[in-house]
């Protein structure tokens, strides 16, 4: 009975139709499909979220209590670690901040979990690498690549190394936990007997897309705001 349910655990990313565009033949993966139900969650929420704001009270309710509260903690936590800098990068980690959290606990409505899908974590490191890097040519000009021979030119390779390392493990990280996650719950119901799938699941659910989703969520942003302000001064 195991093995014939274990052989029902599937963890691959699957194509659900293909398409051709200038010569070549693409596929809209599942991942695809979560992360355009991210997204478009994303930006109803924001939507009402705008409207709940233009009309608040001076007695919030439930919504505009979690909605102020959230932004207090991202303004906080970006003022903690960029300080006077906090201002100019709070939107963007606002944004990443909401939008993984969303991926990351995809799992708990029954799509694909993005963030489970290496392409989109990377995607997320480069753009940071990108940001990171633009920061640092704008305020040290020439000094941020004289920088990587410091304290010795032989260092050279190392430094270089470690700079090109911190968006790919950053990225690595992210998709690698999420991921370990995805194949615990994939697990358990692909191979448990019937009667544990019922309640037992739920309190894996909290740690494994919840909590776990969280604090990873939290560690990317945190991450990204360590290597940006470390190009600031």
Avoid at 190 to 208: N, T, W
Wanted: aromatic fraction near 14%.
């Amino acid at each position: 009975m195991v093995v014939a349910n274990a052989s029902k655990v599937d963890f691959m990313i699957k194509g659900v139709t293909k398409f051709h565009a200038f010569g070549q033949e693409l596929w809209v993966t599942t991942t695809d499909i979560g992360l355009s139900i991210v997204t478009i969650v994303i930006l109803i929420l924001a939507v009402i979220t705008s409207r709940k704001m233009k009309h608040a009270s001076e007695v919030p309710g439930t919504f505009q209590n979690i909605m102020e509260l959230t932004v207090e903690s991202i303004d906080s936590m970006a003022k903690g670690i960029l300080g006077h800098h906090a201002s100019r990068f709070v939107n963007y980690i606002g944004t990443i901040f909401i939008f993984i959290l969303f991926c990351n606990i995809g799992g708990l409505f029954g799509i694909k979990t993005p963030t489970a899908d290496f392409g989109v974590t990377f995607a997320l490191g480069f753009f940071t690498f990108c940001i990171v890097q633009y920061q640092g040519i704008k305020n040290h000009g020439i000094g941020h690549f004289t920088g990587l021979f410091k304290p010795f030119p032989i260092l050279f390779p190392i430094n270089l190394i470690g700079e090109i390392a911190n968006p790919l493990s950053q990225s690595l990280r992210l998709f690698g936990n999420i991921m370990s996650g995805g194949v615990i719950m994939g697990l358990w119901y692909g191979m448990m007997p019937i009667f544990v799938k019922i309640g037992i699941p739920s309190f894996l659910h909290v740690y494994c897309d919840v909590f776990s989703g969280l604090i990873q969520t939290y560690v990317f942003c945190m991450l990204t705001m360590v290597y940006v302000n470390d190009k600031m001064d």
